[in-house]
C-alpha cells in the first residue's frame, strides 16, 4: 500500500502573522523562518494525526483488490474522486461508481463494493500498484475549518522550535515538546483496528 499526496492545500494553518500573534514581540523579519516552522509543523502533526487538515489531494496504490472493504488510511476523507485499477490486459480502467459505495462517516473511511455486486474486478498479476484511488482530504479549504485544538497544538510546537532552535539547550532544565504536542493531537488521530 502506497499513500502519495497529488495536490497540497492552497492555503497554511495559520500565517506567520498568526504566529507571532502567539509569540509576542516577534517581528516580521522572522516571517521566512515562521513560514517554514509552520509548514514543517504540520507536516509533523498531519503524520502523526494522520490526517489532511486543509482540503488536498491523495491517492491511494495497491497491489490489487485485497479485501471486500477497503480502508483509507488518513482522514477525514471529503470525497472518493475515482476508482482505477489495471485489468488483466494492462489496460487502465476507471471503476463505476455504480459498483462501489464510499463510507465517508467512518473513520478510517472505507470503500464496499455495492448491494448485489459479489467481487472487485481482476487485476494484472504482475503488476505493482495495479489498483488507484484518488480521494479529497481535510476539514476544510480554509484555516478557520481545522478543529481549534489542532492549531493551538501547532502554535505551541512552533513557539517551542522558534525559542530553541537547537537540539540540545545547555544549562536549562529539559522538557520534550513532542509529549505536550502529541497529547494536544491525541484526540484527532485516526486509529485503524486490525
Request: charged residues 20%; glycine residues 6%.
Amino acid at each position: 500500500m502506497v499513500l502519495k499526496r497529488t495536490t497540497a492545500p492552497a492555503t497554511p494553518i495559520m500565517t506567520p502573522a498568526q504566529a507571532r500573534e502567539h509569540l509576542r514581540g516577534v517581528s516580521t523579519d522572522d516571517d521566512t523562518y515562521l513560514t517554514g516552522l509552520i509548514s514543517a509543523i504540520t507536516a509533523e502533526a498531519e503524520a502523526f494525526t494522520q490526517r489532511g487538515f486543509i482540503t488536498q489531494t491523495w491517492k491511494h496504490y495497491q497491489d490489487f483488490f485485497y479485501e471486500p472493504i477497503i480502508e483509507i488510511p488518513i482522514g477525514p476523507i471529503q470525497s472518493i474522486t475515482s476508482v482505477k485499477y489495471y485489468d488483466e490486459n494492462g489496460t487502465l480502467q476507471t471503476l463505476s461508481g455504480s459498483l462501489y459505495q464510499a463510507d465517508l462517516a467512518s473513520e478510517p473511511s472505507r470503500i464496499l463494493l455495492a448491494p448485489g455486486v459479489s467481487t472487485w474486478p481482476s487485476t494484472q498479476a504482475d503488476r505493482v500498484n495495479s489498483v488507484e484511488i484518488e480521494f479529497v482530504v481535510g476539514y476544510g479549504s480554509a484555516a478557520t475549518d481545522v478543529p481549534p485544538g489542532i492549531i493551538q497544538a501547532c502554535k505551541l510546537a512552533i513557539g517551542t522550535l522558534f525559542n530553541q532552535r537547537e537540539d540540545i539547550a545547555v544549562g536549562t532544565i529539559s522538557s520534550k515538546l513532542d509529549r505536550s504536542f502529541e497529547m494536544m493531537l491525541y484526540p484527532y488521530r485516526l486509529f485503524r483496528f486490525p
